[in-house]
RNA sequence: GCUGGUGUAGCUCAGGGGUAGAGCAGCGGUUUUGUAAACCGCCGGUCGUAGGUUCGAAUCCUAUCACCAGCUCCA
């Protein structure tokens, strides 16, 4: 029976093999190894395909056996879910036609016809009810390979044309179908052995989705759910979904008077508020000084422009779509600016430039127009007018990888400033010529110097293709924010292509003319999105060098309002953001208002202070932190605000 | 742009065919207070906008605008 022509090899993450006799199933592996293991695991992956446990195994490779606790593992869960969500409307809604459900980052979806029916977040419950029960029957997956012929004569019958279609792609030989209970379902699997490893389901929302992605086609509903399996588990997701709700931009930019959106001014254009202005402005400084250091030099460049200029540089009509429509005048054209590359690369064009000059760094706080679509319009974090924190170099060739590496480093080191960790992505074209402009040779040129640098300072990577912009290939960075979620902000590019559409040159030592490289890069990307993610972040608790308000100064009686204007004034002098406040309430309802307001000190003011020449001080949050003498208070706010201090880090003591 | 939902006072929300309500905020007064809400009083809305149905519309219908959740898109 174990004869080594009818066994595999099987090869552990640890590097431990071990023969099994053909036809053993992933979940024997699993249980030769521990029965505990058996038991939570989901799925295996074996030579890079994920596999039902039930499967009997052919061929030896390396295995992982999936467990919740493994990517793979979760994602098996989900799809699993997903089925069964199907099945619970295949119930409720008799007559409902299926689309696709995958797992996806966050759970899983499936998209569904319902015909006539609306089904709204009103419904969840009951589905998600059903599902509960339909899980608890304790059900098998079971996978069977389907010839083509029989599975188009299934789907005819049951009168679901979205798997019809979905067949269509699909090859005889390759395609398998999935039942559990009374649900079947095309589909590509793997699952989770029985649906009662799924403890607890919570529907999240319904949303309308068209079929394959394709806005001429049908719109489905999709459903989306998460799944765990442990109730304990979905608590915590729950928690944590509030915590993100309260953390809403939209909600803190409120309440803290840093925006608004006003719809007679315009749907998508913010307006910033005195307390914002205030974020924004230190923000904006604090990325100034940094390059300044670096030698950027700042220019501002008009807001409209000649629409020359975007023929020129090629944006016009590529991206008319999402462009203010031209303005007529003196029988010319302009445009909102779009964006701000051309301006800069006509202030490259405004004299000869020698080699001598370059590396020439033009950064500006651009803002520029778009028109997005009105559904995408978000808050601060997708917006029609919006502040870029851009630059362009232009330099040598030769110059090119050392400034990409300033860019990587300057945009790392701002991350660290916000306790943001940065995933750095290279964004490479793909196939489709369409998306891209310029010359084949520059663009893997650029790809190569990109992967150089990135390996050349040791960095972490994954490669995208088919992300790249039209005229170049980027390094993206992906940061982190406070509660694990993940945004794409910097991006630094490098572009051939402008250079040869202005016709950029220099004068090289060889007394000739040559064309510059241009890299653009933007940290923060747009200050209105990264402020969003800020505020979200930070859930409005900002750093003191960031907050709008620094020192709130709180008279217990109005006998000692004098003393709160003399701090005041000192406190003003030294540059700190402070405020008295001088109602008649008692203390206690001073200090629960500075407290919602986010502002990060508060200075007790009394007789004792008034005696002693001390400040009892109290942080947000924290709460009373002690009594200090003012100079010495002075100094820790100031070396906190020097050294953007995070909140939280401060040793009192 | 598409689908669904929502739009009532500065904010958070209740009311759901008979002609607007609470808390907070604001204002006036009283209180002079020691680490997260003092007390009393007052002001405040043509119920997103425009049509329509009705004796009568915040409420029902239509259109439109905005916002929210997705979809699609993203230099």
């Known amino acids: 029976m174990s004869q080594s022509n009818d066994s595999f090899e099987i090869i552990f993450p640890d590097g431990n093999r ?38 009997p195994i052919s061929e030896g490779g390396p295995i992982k056996i999936n467990t919740w606790d493994t990517e793979d593992g979760k994602m098996t869960f989900w799809h699993s879910s997903a089925h069964i969500l199907a099945e619970a409307c295949q119930e409720l809604f008799p007559g409902v036609r299926f689309g696709i459900g ?37 059900l098998e997956f079971e996978r069977k390979e389907i010839p083509k012929k029989e599975a188009v004569g299934y789907f005819k019958e049951k ?55 394709d806005s001429d086609s049908k719109q489905l509903t999709r459903i989306y759910g998460i799944s765990f399996p442990k109730k304990s588990m979905l608590d915590d997701f729950l928690v944590m979904m509030e915590e993100a709700k309260k953390r809403d931009h939209k909600k803190l930019g409120k309440e803290l008077g840093l925006y608004m959106i006003d719809n007679m001014i315009g749907s998508g254009l913010p307006v910033w508020l005195p307390n914002g202005t205030i974020l924004r402005r230190r923000l904006e400084a604090f990325l100034r000084d940094e390059q300044i250091k670096r030698g950027y030099q700042e220019v501002i460049t008009p807001h409209i422009a000649n629409l020359r200029l975007y023929e ?16 007529e005048v003196d029988d010319e054209k302009y445009m909102l600016k779009p964006m701000n590359c051309p301006h800069h690369h006509r202030i490259f064009s405004n004299k000869m430039r020698s080699y001598r000059e370059l590396p020439i760094r033009l950064s500006e706080f651009g803002t520029v127009y778009r028109y997005e679509q009105s559904g995408e319009l978000n808050g601060l974090s997708r917006v029609r007018g919006f502040t ?11 110059q090119l990888k050392d400034e990409i590496k300033n860019c990587i480093d300057l945009t790392q080191y701002v991350f660290s400033i916000f306790d943001m960790p940065v995933d750095i992505r290279l964004s490479f074209r793909d196939d489709n010529e369409e998306k891209y402009g310029g010359n084949l040779e520059y663009w893997e040129r650029a790809q190569k110097e990109l992967r150089e ?10 490669i995208a293709p088919g992300e790249a912009s039209f005229y170049g290939p980027k390094i993206d960075f992906i940061i982190r924010d406070a509660i694990g979620r993940k945004w794409q902000l910097g991006t630094v590019q490098v572009d051939y292509v402008m250079p040869e559409r202005f016709e950029l040159t220099y004068v090289g030592t060889d007394n000739s003319k040559h064309r510059p490289v241009i890299i653009h890069r933007a940290p923060f990307g747009s200050m209105e999105r990264f402020t969003s993610i800020l505020i979200e972040h930070f859930a409005g608790d900002f750093p003191v060098w960031l907050s709008p308000v620094q020192v709130a100064l709180l008279p217990i009686s109005d006998q000692y309002h004098d003393l709160a204007e003399k701090y005041e004034e000192i406190l003003s002098s030294k540059g700190i953001r402070v405020k008295s406040d001088k109602r008649s309430e008692q203390i206690g309802a001073k200090i629960r208002d500075s407290e919602n307001a986010k502002i990060p000190y508060m200075i007790i003011l009394g007789e004792r202070e008034r005696e002693s020449g001390s400040v009892s001080v109290r942080r947000h949050k924290q709460g009373d932190i002690g009594t200090f003498a003012f100079d010495k208070y002075l100094n820790i706010l100031e070396t906190e605000i020097r050294e953007y201090q995070l909140p939280g880090k401060q040793n009192y003591n």
């Open 159 to 213: 009168n679901d044309p979205y798997k019809l279609d979905l067949l269509k792609d699909l090859e005889d030989g390759t395609i398998t179908f999935y039942t559990q209970g009374n649900f079947t379902d095309l589909c590509r699997g793997p699952h989770i052995p029985r649906t009662d490893s799924i403890k607890a389901f919570k529907l999240l929302n319904v949303a309308g989705a068209y079929w394959r992605g």
């Open 388 to 398: 870029q924190d851009d630059a362009h170099i232009y330099c040598t060739h030769d």
């Open 312 to 327: 020129t540089s090629g944006h016009y009509p590529y991206y008319a779509d999402s462009q203010y429509d031209p303005i």
């Open 453 to 462: 640098v990135a390996d050349e300072l040791g960095l972490d990577y994954t």
């Open 102 to 138: 995958p797992a996806i980052e966050q759970g899983f979806y499936y998209d569904m016809d319902f015909g006539d029916r609306t089904v709204t977040v009103d419904d969840l419950p009951a589905i998600e009810e059903k599902m509960t029960e339909i899980a608890r029957r304790k």
């Open 18 to 55: 071990k023969t099994y006799p053909k036809g053993t199933t992933g979940y024997d592996v699993a249980h030769s190894i521990s029965p505990g293991l058996a038991r939570n695991a989901l799925s295996i992956t074996l030579n890079d395909e994920v596999m039902d446990l039930s499967r």
